[in-house]
């Protein structure tokens, strides 16, 4: 499973670099869904991706790709006429890797205490 979610996550990324600035479509998606909601499902989905794809400190590798996938977002944003980049958009990365982690990190321990349990 963790041979596939690192591909998908590099996929899942140059597709929304490349939607998020396409223009007109980004500007629609955001009236449609709310930009932060946009921004927090999509890193949501991202972080669970690297999370999954890590043996080791999952939790933190997955919150430091987060951050530095979202600046290079914003960043990308920045140069493109029509768009702009928000703090608030980089925070809304960070919170959703945060929130991400930190289930996957409960789920994860409670499966595993839920395993012991069981064996004995």
């Known amino acids: 499973m963790a041979r596939i979610c690192l591909p998908v996550a590099a996929a899942f990324f140059v597709v929304l670099i490349t939607v998020g600035n396409l223009p007109g479509l980004a500007a629609d998606m955001s009236d449609a869904f709310g930009d932060k909601r946009l921004h927090l499902a999509a890193y949501a989905f991202l972080t669970g991706l690297i999370y999954i794809s890590v043996n080791r400190r999952p939790a933190l590798v997955a919150m430091l790709a987060v951050t530095a996938l979202g600046l290079v977002d914003e960043s990308i ?21 945060g929130a991400t982690v930190i289930s996957l990190h409960i789920g994860t321990a ?4 839920f395993r012991a349990v069981t064996k004995s």
């Not at 980049?85 to 959703?96: M, V």
């Not at 409670?110 to 205490?113: H, Q």
Request: aromatic share 8%; glycine share 4%.
């Open 77 to 97: 944003q920045s140069l493109f006429p029509y768009r702009e980049a928000e703090l608030l958009d980089l925070l809304a990365d960070i919170s959703a890797a």
């Open 110 to 113: 409670a499966i595993g205490s």
